[in-house]
């Protein structure tokens, strides 16, 4: 009689650890398709507003160079003249834009990383 208690017993906690480890499972699934859905909006959002803010700097910079252009007598002189500060802008980027573009990504990865390690420590 004790004997197929604890074998009923023992049955009992197998299957309750299975369907923890199974609910587990579907909550760790839930949690990433949450996660990966954020972060597939967030570039979503990027990349309209990229495009966007591209098609505004294009249609400006060929009304700049339109206008330079025409009053230097010149149409294409304008063109190059736009052309010539973006490439002077590139350059700038070049020397001096990467140390601060990096800099300031390590720091929000870190800060990032330090809220979620936060965040684990009070639970």
Not at 9 to 24: C, D
Not at 28 to 52: C, D, H, P, Q, W
Request: aromatic share 16%; proline share 0%.
């Amino acid at each position: 009689m004790a004997f197929s208690k604890i074998s009923h017993h023992i049955e009992q906690l197998n299957h309750n650890i299975q369907a923890f480890a199974k609910a587990k499972l579907e909550y760790y699934e839930l949690k990433i398709l949450k996660k990966a859905t954020r972060k597939a909006s967030k570039l979503v959002n990027a990349l309209i507003f990229g495009f966007v803010f591209f098609m505004i700097l294009l249609f400006v910079s060929v009304g700049c160079a339109i206008l330079i252009g025409q009053e230097m007598d010149d149409l294409y002189l304008g063109f190059f003249i736009v052309a010539g500060g973006y490439f002077i802008l590139f350059l700038c980027f070049l020397l001096f834009g990467r140390h601060f573009v990096k800099k300031r990504l390590l720091k929000s990865i870190s800060r990032k990383m330090a809220k979620k390690s936060l965040f684990k420590e009070k639970k």
